[in-house]
Each structure stands twice: as C-alpha cells, then as structure tokens.
Nanobody, 120 residues
C-alpha cells in the first residue's frame, strides 16, 4: 500500500512564506504525478499545484506566481514553496500521489493533510 505523508504546515503572517513537504512510500513502480490540493473551511477541495513525471507543472489560478512545486532530493518527494501568503490561502493542504505499484496496479493515494493558517 502506497502511503503519503505531508509536513511543514503552520501559522504564518500574511506576506510570509512556508514550505510544505510530501513523501510517498511503499511499493511504487512508477510515480506519474504528485499534486497538492487544499480545502478551506466550508469550501470544496481545490487543486493547487501539480508536478508530472516529466517535470511538467500546473498551478491553480489563485496561486500562480506565488507558489512553486518542485521535486525533492529524496526519491518520491515533492515540495510546495508558498510565498506572499494571503489569509485566503488558509486551509488544510493535502498531497496526492498517483502511479503504478510494483504489481502494476494503479494507485491514487492521499495524505492526511497539513494545516496552514495565514493571519492578517
């Protein structure tokens, strides 16, 4: 079973920065993408950033120019660098990993989430 663990959330003032980390572990044969989503209180989960297998990236409109997703030095890890944070960035940030297991089964695994609070 593929497991995903996020870390790095916390409380930060508006205009500040945070870096989130995500690590996928388990019987991974191929990782196709790792994505970040977030869910604010009372709102639906929304896509924040995606990093594809070929290092292609995609960002939600609300974070373009402020957030950057990158591959970590350790295998199957990604970072989400968040700059110029705004109170509306507050929410639980979830990491998602998708790919193939060592048994060539498709997996789509979510982490437990990490809380980000941006104070005004």
């Amino acid at each position: 079973q593929v497991q995903v663990v996020e870390s790095g959330g916390g409380l930060v003032q508006a205009g500040g920065s945070l870096r989130l980390s995500c690590a996928a572990s388990g019987p991974i044969f191929r990782l196709n993408a790792m994505d970040w989503y977030r869910q604010a209180p009372g709102k639906e989960r929304e896509s924040v950033a995606l990093l594809g297998r070929d290092d292609n990236t995609n960002y939600g409109d609300s974070v373009k120019g402020r957030f950057a997703i990158s591959r970590g030095n350790a295998k199957n890890t990604v970072y989400l660098q968040m700059n110029s944070l705004k109170p509306e960035d507050t929410g639980v940030y979830y990491c998602n990993a998708e790919g193939l297991t060592s048994q060539l089964l498709v997996f789509n695994s979510w982490g437990q989430g990490t809380q980000v609070i941006v104070s005004s």
